[in-house]
C-alpha cells in the first residue's frame, strides 16, 4: 500500500512536469508561429518593392533607350552644324576680306571726292534751275496726259492681258510704290524687279546704321513687255524723321507716281516683322485712305519657295502677330516672295521678277482701273 502511494505521487510528479513541458512546448510553439506571421508580412513587403523596382527598371530601359537615341540625334546635328559652321567660316573669312577690300576703296573714293565737292554745289545749283525748267515740262506734260486719260475713259475699257494692259502710256506702265523698314531688303527688291543694280543697298553699306535710302527714289526699266517704275521710299521710322518730312515724302510718292500705283508692296523680312513694322504700314494705308486694299501685297523677302511661304503662313510666328494677320488680311491675301540673295542665279532672280510682275498685272485685270489713284 505504501509502495503505490509512492508509485502515484512519482506519476503525479511526471504529469506535473509534462504539462510544464507542454506549456513551454506551445509558448514555443506560439513564438514560432507570430515569428511565421512576421516573415510573411516582411516577404509580402519584399515582393511588393520588387515588383515597384522592377517597373522603375523597366521605365528606366525605356529612358535609357530614349536618351541614346537623342544622343546618337544631337550627335548627327552636331555634325551637321559643325560642317555648317566651317563652311559660314570660310564664307566669313571671304566676306571679311571683301569688306576691307571694300572699305580701302571707299576710303580713297572719300579721299579723291573731297576736291570734287565744290564743283558737285555748283553743279547742283546748276541742276536746281534747270530742274525748275524740267518740272515746267512735265507738269505741261501731265496736263496732256491727263487729258489723253480722260478721253480714253470715254471709250470702252481696254482689255488687259499680261504684256499691254492698254493704249494709254499710264496704263502700259506699270508703277510700283516700295514700302518696308531699313534691313528688309526694300531697294534689293527693287534692283531685282528692275534687273539691274539701281538703288544702293545695305549690302553695299555694312558699317552703316541708317537707312541707305534718305529719300524717295524712281528708277525706270523696260522688262518683261513693260515699261517698269520703281519708286522706293525710305525708312520713314529709322532715322526719328518729324511728321512734316514723312508726309512731305507721302506726297513725293503720289507725284512720282502719277496718275497712281498699279501695286504698293509692303516689304518685309520674315524674322525681323516687329509692331513698328506693322506701324508704318497701317500709316500708309491710312493715308492713301479708301480702295489702296485693292492694290495692296505683302512681299516676302529671303524666300524664294512657295512651299516655304505657305508654311510660314500657316506657323505660329504668323498666329502670334495679329496685326500681321490684319495687314495681310487688308491685302486680300496677296502675299509674294522674292529672294534677292547675290548668291542666287540671275535667271532664278528674274524668275521671280517675272513671278511678282505678272501677278501685279493679274491683280490689276480684276479691276475698273489698273491703277490706284486718292479720292
Same mark, same amino acid.
Given at each position: ?17 509534462? *504539462? ?19 516573415? *510573411?508580412?516582411?516577404?509580402? *513587403?519584399?515582393? #511588393?518593392?520588387?515588383? *515597384? ?21 544631337? #550627335? ?37 571726292? #573731297?576736291?570734287? %565737292? ?8 546748276? /541742276? ?30 481696254? +482689255? ?6 492698254? /493704249?494709254?502710256?499710264? #496704263? ?17 527688291? &527693287?534692283?531685282? @524687279? ?11 553699306? @555694312?558699317?552703316?546704321?541708317? $537707312? ?7 528708277? %525706270? ?6 515699261? +517698269?517704275? +520703281?519708286?522706293?521710299?525710305? &525708312?520713314?521710322?529709322?532715322? $526719328? ?18 496718275? &497712281? ?15 513698328? %513694322? ?14 489702296? !486694299? ?9 524666300? &524664294? /519657295?512657295? !512651299? ?27 502675299? @509674294?516672295?522674292?529672294? /534677292? ?15 511678282? +510682275? ?18
Amino acid at each position: 500500500m505504501k509502495n503505490l502511494e509512492t508509485d502515484q505521487q512519482n506519476l503525479q510528479t511526471k504529469y506535473t512536469n509534462i *504539462e510544464k513541458e507542454k506549456k513551454n512546448v506551445e509558448a514555443v510553439l506560439q513564438k514560432a508561429r507570430d515569428q511565421i506571421k512576421t516573415f *510573411e508580412k516582411e516577404k509580402k *513587403e519584399f515582393q #511588393e518593392k520588387y515588383t *515597384e523596382m522592377e517597373k522603375q527598371k523597366m521605365k528606366i530601359d525605356t529612358d535609357l533607350t530614349t536618351t541614346r537615341d537623342q544622343v546618337k540625334k544631337f #550627335e548627327k546635328e552636331k555634325e551637321e552644324l559643325q560642317r555648317k559652321y566651317y563652311g559660314m567660316k570660310k564664307e566669313n573669312k571671304s566676306l571679311a576680306t571683301d569688306l576691307k577690300i571694300t572699305r580701302d576703296k571707299m576710303s580713297e573714293l572719300e579721299k579723291s571726292s #573731297e576736291g570734287l %565737292v565744290a564743283k558737285c554745289n555748283d553743279f547742283e545749283n546748276e /541742276n536746281k534751275t534747270l530742274h525748275k525748267g524740267l518740272n515746267a515740262a512735265t507738269n505741261t506734260d501731265r496736263v496732256l496726259d491727263m487729258r489723253s486719260i480722260q478721253l480714253d475713259s470715254e471709250k470702252p475699257h481696254p +482689255i488687259i492681258v499680261q504684256t499691254e494692259v492698254g /493704249n494709254s502710256r499710264y #496704263e502700259r506702265d506699270l508703277r510700283i510704290l516700295l514700302v518696308g523698314h531699313c534691313g528688309h531688303g526694300k531697294s534689293a527688291t &527693287g534692283n531685282t @524687279l528692275l534687273g539691274q543694280e539701281a538703288f544702293p543697298t545695305r549690302r553695299a553699306w @555694312l558699317w552703316m546704321r541708317q $537707312s541707305v535710302t534718305q529719300s524717295t527714289q524712281i528708277k %525706270v526699266a523696260n522688262r518683261f513687255g513693260r515699261t +517698269i517704275h +520703281i519708286v522706293d521710299t525710305p &525708312g520713314f521710322f529709322d532715322n $526719328s524723321h518729324d511728321d512734316s518730312f514723312v508726309y512731305s515724302e507721302l506726297r513725293k510718292c503720289i507725284d512720282l507716281t502719277f496718275p &497712281g500705283f498699279n501695286a504698293i508692296c509692303f516689304v518685309m523680312k520674315p524674322d525681323r516683322i516687329t509692331q513698328e %513694322v506693322n506701324g508704318t504700314f497701317d500709316m500708309f494705308l491710312s493715308f492713301f485712305g479708301e480702295g489702296v !486694299d485693292d492694290f495692296a501685297f505683302v512681299v516676302l523677302t529671303y524666300m &524664294g /519657295n512657295e !512651299d516655304v511661304k505657305n508654311k510660314y503662313l500657316e506657323s505660329d510666328d504668323i498666329k502670334k502677330n495679329p496685326k500681321l494677320q490684319q495687314l495681310i488680311k487688308r491685302c486680300q491675301g496677296k502675299v @509674294l516672295i522674292i529672294d /534677292n540673295n547675290k548668291y542666287i542665279p540671275q535667271n532664278e532672280k528674274q524668275t521671280m521678277a517675272r513671278r511678282i +510682275i505678272n501677278k501685279i498685272g493679274e491683280e490689276n485685270s480684276k479691276r475698273t482701273k489698273s491703277y490706284f489713284t486718292m479720292k
